[in-house]
């Protein structure tokens, strides 16, 4: 039942902000999970979501937006936003935000090429 209510309005626009871990969002699941399983609100969510053989929800959100931007290169009509992504993505490689090195390490931890 989370994932088809509560994961869908929690992943609206993740392609545009899945970059990032929201406290906030991981929350949201970790709480639902303790509620199902009747658990005190001490319990740490790790524990919860291994009980529930569940990962944080930054996995899947990482997964979605580099889909999102493959997607952006393979579509012809997206070229020009692709280009002027590829383009400030360029521009900023001197001065990384934090999105940005989120995004490096995201891509290091799983092997992404």
Same mark, same amino acid.
């Given at each position: 039942?989370?994932?088809? *209510?509560?994961?869908? *309005?929690?992943?609206?626009? *993740?392609?545009?902000?899945?970059? %990032?871990?929201? $406290?906030?969002? !991981? $929350?949201?699941?970790?709480?639902?999970? &303790?509620?199902?399983? &009747?658990? +005190?609100?001490?319990?740490?969510?790790?524990?919860? +979501?291994?009980? @529930?053989?569940? !990962?944080?929800? &930054?996995?899947?959100?990482?997964?979605? $937006?580099?889909?999102?931007?493959?997607?952006?290169?393979? +579509? !012809?009509? @997206?070229?020009?936003?692709?280009? @002027? @992504?590829?383009? %400030?993505?360029?521009?900023?490689?001197?001065?990384?935000?934090?999105?940005?090195?989120?995004?490096?390490?995201?891509?290091?931890?799983?092997?992404?090429?």
């Amino acid at each position: 039942m989370f994932d088809s *209510v509560v994961r869908s *309005v929690l992943m609206y626009g *993740v392609e545009i902000w899945g970059w %990032k871990e929201y $406290a906030e969002v !991981e $929350a949201v699941q970790e709480k639902y999970l &303790r509620w199902m399983l &009747r658990l +005190r609100k001490e319990t740490p969510g790790y524990i919860v +979501r291994e009980e @529930c053989k569940r !990962e944080k929800l &930054r996995v899947n959100t990482g997964k979605r $937006a580099v889909k999102y931007d493959e997607s952006l290169k393979e +579509r !012809e009509e @997206c070229r020009i936003l692709y280009e @002027c @992504c590829k383009e %400030k993505k360029r521009k900023q490689g001197k001065n990384i935000t934090s999105v940005g090195k989120d995004i490096m390490k995201d891509w290091d931890t799983h092997g992404w090429k």
